[in-house]
């Protein structure tokens, strides 16, 4: 095999950093030993609070070839603002870059960002000549882009949204375990048509969450009830924020339907429009906490649980506090207008290196009190219940 070609495959398959904030992209056409190389830095925060968004004039980096790394420095190709505000969860920013590649180096060559939370750019290193050449002279084919970015901006579009975890707990001679996948999906961006003529299109979203009941004693492990509840809504991650940059306020608002899927006496569907506001503070440069308050309307009930609002009311308020790489505690609290609602707290704490920003790995402590664990039971108080499981996004 070629030794440039085994060089590169190594280079591709090498393991990319468990942080993925940091991204570098190619934008120069060419790679070329002596001239000017182009790359943009996007960082990306899929986190649930603010991360800082500032980055230097000059960034150490390395340069690693087939004959081994090299120290060596991107400057940015314009001034960069001391006073960039953090970015908030949702946002990402993009700065430009340039360094000058070594004449003597050709090939494929990694540049990787030293002590960053970043992915890396392969290159192929052209020799520094305008046309290439063949043993009967000149070449008249057309010289194609030979960067090969291992990394590309990730889109903005699917994220995550509600925590995704499996947790399992017993209770008076029952095993049950209780799970949640959630997602979001961004409808427009900023650059599609309807982004430019309506700039607030490109923060709708369509939101799914399915939440699962299972009964893993009773013969053959039934699942006892699910809840699709698909979504549509208006999010921005930042409405406000503190010169600082330690506090700010997201706003969300939307549709929203939840329904069981069942049919007959079993059937149960609720439709709501709502309004979601967060506040968030760092306390100090580690932990934070978060207030989000959800209010809705009910739009449409289905007939078997036209009293919903007895148990579950017109609102619901999750307290947050923790720290992005330790503990994290959480409480959701709900009241209904004629009897007592519930409460859920949750704990969980990394077992990991996220994989993808906030998406990695815990613990997860989960437990419930009150009305309607499910759907289907949603006028049912059953006894407490503690489960403790793996949640991947919290």
Known sequence: MNKNLLFLLLLLLHPLSAQSEWILTQVSPRAVGGEPLEVDLVIINDTRVPIAGEVPQRLPIRLVTKDGPLDAELKAAQMLSTQSKPLAPGEFRKHRYRIVLPEEIVGPIALEISDAPSGRLVVLAERPQSVATTPQGPSTEPVTASLRPTDTTPPAALQTFEPMYFVVGRREDETTARFQLSFKYRLFDEKSWLGILAPPAAKLYFGYTQVSLWDMTEASAPFRDTAYKPSLFYLDPQIWSSPDGGESVEMQAGLEHESNGRGDED???????????????????????????????????????????????????????????????????????????????????????????????????????????????????GPSQFRIGFSIVR
Do not use: C
């Open 267 to 381: 059937s149960r569907s609720v439709n709501v429009a709502y309004v979601k506001p967060t506040w968030r503070k760092f306390l100090n440069k580690d932990w934070f906490v978060s207030v989000s308050p959800k209010v809705w309307a009910y739009l449409d009930k289905d007939d078997n649980n036209d009293d919903i609002e007895d148990y579950r009311g017109y609102a619901n308020l999750n307290l947050t506090l923790g720290r992005v790489d330790g503990w994290q505690f959480s409480a959701d609290m709900r009241k209904g207008t004629k009897h007592f609602g519930s409460v859920q707290l949750d704990a969980s704490y990394p077992l990991r290196q996220p994989f993808f920003a906030n998406a990695g790995g815990y613990v997860h402590f989960q437990y419930f009190n009150g009305y309607g664990e499910s759907l289907l039971d949603y006028d049912q108080k």
